[in-house]
């Protein structure tokens, strides 16, 4: 491999596997950065539906209290002093008391009479002096009617343990949550006859606090910032995380929020969520490390997908070096017959070898001349070059044929013009084009002959050839162009394995005149855009016959405003036909293949303006100039087609139907209330639509579309039913009911009626009064 080989595929390398890289790095750090969002949003939504399970059971706690107090049954014995002898109220009030545990979880329930100095709970009756003085105390001093008792009042001591059945024990009281009323519900600086204590385990709150997934650990925090509900270990573990969110909670004013933290060594994702029931915090931790646990398929994935990609672009730049390296090896092989090498190869540059050798060429004229030689393919090369580029008169024909070896003894030439079709449909990239081209130039170096043709070029993204011809008749040149043509493209499909398109032109004599044949073959190529890609076209035939250009133009006018008329008429199909006249006439005459995508862009924006023109915005339909790059860059016939189908027109339509459909219930309403209002008075169509400002055409087809019936009919009905509604509840004449209906004639309006119910009014009041007097009977 020589140096300058290994330099390219070393710069193919960086330059495919560097942004596959960063691109793959990129790529992980969003994923990672959205599976943690994600896995926030959840657990976010799960501690809600935490807090929402929760303050449930508070509130089942509260309204059952409320209920129970105020019962009958409490309000008889509280103004008691029970003893022994009332077993049967106290068994009474127990049961109560039990009745409210089948609707909410509770623990104990106790009614404390501080009047009569007797307590009452699940168990028995006891003497007030059972209680902890201090705790009632407590509660009575306290100014809130009804509270939660959290926090050191009812919560002390060590809070790990289960719950205990003595009230005043310590285990009990670090494990119990207490809902107190006091009764009855007075004032807060009045001093309460009694008070009801419902209480529930830590326990059973702390059970509604599991998560689904397992991952999180959710507490509470009461309004002091104290995780009242948690085990001991779980509060020394979580206490600079309980400090974090009360500080945030007061600087902030969100009611939830999330952060990182540290506990225990380990990071932590914290989220929290205020409550405005009890001013109590939720709280929701789980470690990162099971967060980045869902982002290791995700690495290993980009990984993978990375190094497939490095893998490709390894092997691309190993077949893209060997290519791009192939005419600088046959040029340092050219060099290397001149001035062999000395010493190791390997060590000295292509390029520098190549410019040794030229300076050598200067050293000795024989030198010169073999040096000449080797060149003499790229000087013919140059000479095609300036053939096609008219800076060759063609005075000098035989000497160059002499002296690069051209062939001579000629009856006529054409010029066969090759383009690549749908590179992007094969193996190949848009930027292999000029390399494919340069192959394409070697295998028609090599299939024909050199008395067959001139030195093959690569000029404007095209293979040229200059072929000859010993026949002086044109159509004998025609027919030998067109098979070297066929032979040329079953070489490159079988090569290269792609497809291309040719273009002939007429056959010429003189050098000179190969430019202009260049141009022919150009335009033989323009009917891709017609017939499609993947064919030869030979000049001769598509040579315009008179001139038609100003017809033409007329014709694709009027096209234009059908299908602009068939648009606003939302008639898909028929756009779509008359697009197919209007392409016929644009791409099958020669004149219009330079600018057709001006015209098809000035079709394009006529479309466009009749949204507009609608209300609609242009961005409903056109997303910028990406479209109109596409629109320029369509090649073929099917191409053109199916973007102004898909692209255009059916969008179009669909917008246009959207508001039209609107439109059509708005307008059949106001016709419709202009009826009932001004059925009495001579109104029609017209009428209606110099109110509404429309055109009575368009009006009366929305109408009968919305509808079902013409404007004129369900007038005529609507008129005769206010007709039968007068005759049945009024004694007006049938002369004076004509008119009311704005029927002056009074045998049209007796007409119509028959027409309409298949009996004069007359006879309808008749049949009227006939079931009216049967009746009575």
């Given at each position: 491999m020589?140096?300058?080989k290994?330099?390219?595929?070393l710069y193919?390398?960086?330059?495919?596997?560097?942004?596959?890289?960063?691109?793959?790095?990129f790529?992980?750090?969003?994923?990672?950065k959205?599976?943690e969002?994600?896995v926030n949003?959840g657990?976010m939504?799960?501690?809600?539906?935490?807090?929402?399970?929760?303050?449930?059971v508070l509130?089942?706690m509260?309204?059952?209290a409320i209920q129970f107090?105020?019962s009958?049954?409490?309000?008889?014995?509280?103004?008691s002093?029970?003893g022994?002898?009332d077993?049967?109220?106290?068994?009474?009030l127990?049961?109560?008391?039990f009745n409210?545990?089948t609707q909410?979880i509770?623990n104990?329930?106790?009614?404390v009479?501080?009047?009569?100095?007797?307590v009452?709970?699940?168990?028995a009756?006891?003497?007030l002096e059972?209680?902890?003085?201090?705790?009632l105390r407590?509660?009575?001093n306290?100014?809130?009617?009804?509270?939660?008792?959290?926090?050191?009042e009812?919560?002390a001591?060590?809070?790990?343990g289960?719950?205990?059945?003595?009230?005043?024990?310590?285990q009990e009281?670090?494990t119990?949550?207490?809902l107190?009323?006091?009764?009855?519900?007075?004032?807060?600086?009045?001093?309460?006859?009694?008070?009801?204590?419902?209480?529930?385990t830590?326990?059973?709150?702390?059970a509604m606090?599991?998560p689904?997934?397992?991952?999180a650990?959710?507490?509470?925090l009461?309004?002091?910032?104290?995780a009242?509900l948690?085990p001991?270990r779980q509060r020394?573990?979580?206490r600079?995380?309980n400090e974090?969110?009360a500080?945030?909670?007061?600087?902030s004013?969100?009611?939830q929020?999330?952060?990182?933290?540290?506990?225990?060594?380990?990071?932590?994702?914290?989220?929290y969520?205020?409550?405005?029931?009890?001013?109590?915090?939720y709280?929701?931790?789980?470690?990162?490390?099971?967060?980045?646990d869902?982002?290791r398929?995700?690495?290993f994935?980009?990984?993978?997908?990375?190094?497939?990609?490095?893998?490709?672009?390894?092997i691309?730049?190993l077949?893209?070096?060997?290519?791009?390296?192939s005419?600088?090896?046959?040029l340092?092989e050219?060099a290397?017959?001149i001035q062999?090498?000395?010493?190791?190869k390997?060590?000295?540059?292509?390029?520098?070898y190549?410019?040794?050798?030229l300076?050598?060429l200067?050293?000795?004229?024989?030198?010169?001349?073999?040096?000449m030689?080797?060149?003499?393919?790229h000087?013919?090369?140059?000479?095609v070059?300036k053939?096609?580029?008219?800076?060759?008169?063609?005075a000098?024909?035989?000497y160059?044929s002499e002296?690069y070896?051209?062939?001579?003894?000629w009856g006529s030439l054409?010029?066969?013009?090759l383009?690549l079709?749908n590179?992007q449909?094969?193996?190949?990239q848009e930027?292999?084009?000029?390399l494919l081209?340069?192959?394409i130039?070697?295998?028609?170096?090599?299939?024909?002959?050199?008395e067959?043709?001139f030195?093959?070029?690569?000029?404007n993204?095209s293979?040229v050839?200059?072929?000859t011809?010993?026949?002086?008749n044109?159509?004998a040149?025609?027919?030998?162009?067109?098979?070297?043509?066929?032979?040329?493209?079953?070489?490159?499909?079988?090569?290269?394995g792609?497809?291309?398109?040719?273009?002939?032109s007429?056959p010429f004599?003189?050098?000179?005149d190969?430019?202009?044949?260049y141009k022919e073959?150009i335009?033989?190529?323009?009917?891709?855009f017609?017939?499609?890609?993947?064919?030869?076209?030979?000049y001769?035939d598509?040579?315009e016959q008179g001139?038609?250009?100003?017809?033409v133009y007329?014709?694709?006018?009027?096209?234009e405003?059908?299908?602009?008329?068939?648009?606003e008429?939302?008639q898909?199909?028929?756009?779509?036909r008359?697009?197919?006249?209007?392409l016929d006439e644009?791409?099958c005459?020669?004149?219009?293949?330079?600018?057709h995508?001006l015209l098809?862009l000035?079709?394009?924006?006529?479309t466009?303006?009749?949204?507009?023109?609608?209300g609609l915005?242009m961005r409903?339909?056109?997303h910028?100039?990406?479209?109109?790059?596409?629109?320029l860059?369509?090649?073929?016939?099917t191409e053109i087609?199916g973007?102004?189908q898909s692209?255009l027109f059916k969008?179009?339509i669909g917008?246009?139907?959207e508001m039209?459909?609107?439109?059509?219930?708005?307008?059949t309403h106001?016709v419709?209330?202009i009826v009932?209002?001004h059925?009495?008075?001579d109104?029609?169509l017209?009428?209606c639509?110099g109110?509404?400002?429309f055109n009575?055409a368009?009006?009366?087809?929305?109408?009968?579309k919305?509808m079902?019936?013409?404007f004129?009919?369900?007038?005529?009905?609507?008129?005769?039913n206010?007709?039968?509604h007068?005759?049945s509840?009024?004694?007006?004449?049938?002369?004076?009911?004509?008119?009311r209906?704005?029927?002056?004639?009074?045998?049209?309006f007796?007409r119509?009626?028959r027409r309409?119910?298949?009996?004069t009014?007359?006879?309808?009041?008749e049949?009227l009064?006939?079931?009216?007097?049967k009746?009575?009977?």
């Amino acid at each position: 491999m020589g140096n300058f080989k290994s330099k390219i595929l070393l710069y193919s390398l960086l330059l495919g596997s560097v942004p596959t890289i960063l691109i793959g790095l990129f790529s992980y750090f969003i994923a990672a950065k959205d599976v943690e969002e994600k896995v926030n949003e959840g657990n976010m939504h799960l501690l809600g539906q935490t807090r929402m399970r929760v303050e449930q059971v508070l509130d089942s706690m509260q309204r059952t209290a409320i209920q129970f107090q105020n019962s009958a049954l409490l309000k008889s014995v509280m103004d008691s002093k029970l003893g022994g002898q009332d077993f049967i109220t106290v068994r009474e009030l127990m049961q109560e008391m039990f009745n409210m545990q089948t609707q909410t979880i509770l623990n104990q329930v106790q009614v404390v009479n501080l009047g009569h100095g007797w307590v009452v709970d699940l168990n028995a009756l006891k003497p007030l002096e059972s209680m902890d003085q201090e705790e009632l105390r407590g509660y009575v001093n306290r100014k809130d009617s009804i509270f939660w008792a959290t926090g050191p009042e009812a919560v002390a001591g060590n809070a790990d343990g289960e719950a205990a059945d003595n009230w005043n024990g310590t285990q009990e009281k670090a494990t119990m949550l207490r809902l107190v009323h006091k009764i009855p519900l007075l004032s807060k600086n009045a001093s309460p006859a009694g008070i009801l204590i419902l209480q529930i385990t830590a326990k059973d709150i702390r059970a509604m606090l599991e998560p689904d997934n397992l991952r999180a650990a959710q507490y509470i925090l009461n309004d002091q910032g104290e995780a009242f509900l948690s085990p001991s270990r779980q509060r020394a573990a979580y206490r600079s995380i309980n400090e974090q969110v009360a500080e945030r909670i007061r600087r902030s004013a969100e009611p939830q929020g999330a952060f990182h933290a540290e506990s225990e060594g380990r990071k932590v994702s914290v989220l929290y969520e205020r409550s405005d029931y009890n001013g109590w915090t939720y709280v929701s931790v789980v470690s990162l490390d099971k967060v980045t646990d869902q982002t290791r398929n995700i690495a290993f994935i980009t990984a993978a997908a990375c190094m497939g990609i490095i893998i490709s672009v390894l092997i691309a730049s190993l077949f893209g070096s060997r290519k791009m390296y192939s005419p600088i090896r046959r040029l340092h092989e050219v060099a290397a017959t001149i001035q062999p090498q000395q010493g190791d190869k390997n060590r000295k540059d292509e390029f520098e070898y190549i410019k040794e050798s030229l300076t050598s060429l200067a050293v000795s004229r024989n030198e010169l001349d073999k040096q000449m030689k080797s060149q003499t393919a790229h000087l013919r090369e140059f000479y095609v070059l300036k053939l096609f580029a008219e800076q060759m008169s063609g005075a000098d024909d035989n000497y160059a044929s002499e002296r690069y070896g051209f062939p001579g003894g000629w009856g006529s030439l054409g010029v066969l013009t090759l383009e690549l079709d749908n590179l992007q449909l094969s193996r190949f990239q848009e930027q292999d084009r000029e390399l494919l081209l340069f192959a394409i130039n070697n295998i028609v170096s090599e299939t024909l002959p050199e008395e067959a043709r001139f030195s093959p070029i690569v000029l404007n993204h095209s293979q040229v050839t200059l072929l000859t011809c010993k026949e002086d008749n044109p159509e004998a040149g025609l027919a030998l162009f067109y098979e070297t043509a066929k032979l040329i493209k079953a070489r490159v499909r079988q090569y290269l394995g792609l497809e291309c398109s040719i273009g002939i032109s007429h056959p010429f004599k003189r050098l000179s005149d190969t430019k202009r044949a260049y141009k022919e073959s150009i335009a033989a190529l323009k009917l891709r855009f017609v017939l499609g890609p993947n064919i030869i076209v030979r000049y001769a035939d598509i040579e315009e016959q008179g001139n038609v250009e100003k017809t033409v133009y007329t014709k694709l006018r009027l096209i234009e405003d059908q299908i602009a008329l068939a648009i606003e008429e939302r008639q898909q199909g028929k756009a779509e036909r008359l697009f197919q006249s209007y392409l016929d006439e644009l791409l099958c005459k020669d004149g219009f293949h330079q600018e057709h995508h001006l015209l098809l862009l000035q079709l394009a924006s006529r479309t466009m303006s009749i949204v507009q023109e609608q209300g609609l915005s242009m961005r409903q339909l056109w997303h910028g100039e990406e479209e109109l790059k596409r629109l320029l860059r369509l090649q073929t016939r099917t191409e053109i087609t199916g973007w102004f189908q898909s692209r255009l027109f059916k969008p179009a339509i669909g917008l246009l139907g959207e508001m039209a459909d609107k439109q059509f219930v708005n307008i059949t309403h106001r016709v419709v209330e202009i009826v009932q209002e001004h059925y009495e008075r001579d109104i029609s169509l017209e009428y209606c639509a110099g109110v509404m400002n429309f055109n009575p055409a368009y009006i009366s087809r929305v109408f009968k579309k919305e509808m079902g019936v013409s404007f004129s009919d369900y007038l005529s009905d609507y008129r005769m039913n206010v007709a039968k509604h007068l005759l049945s509840t009024t004694g007006m004449k049938v002369s004076e009911i004509g008119p009311r209906v704005s029927y002056t004639n009074i045998s049209a309006f007796i007409r119509t009626f028959r027409r309409t119910f298949g009996l004069t009014p007359g006879q309808y009041r008749e049949t009227l009064h006939g079931e009216e007097s049967k009746s009575d009977n």
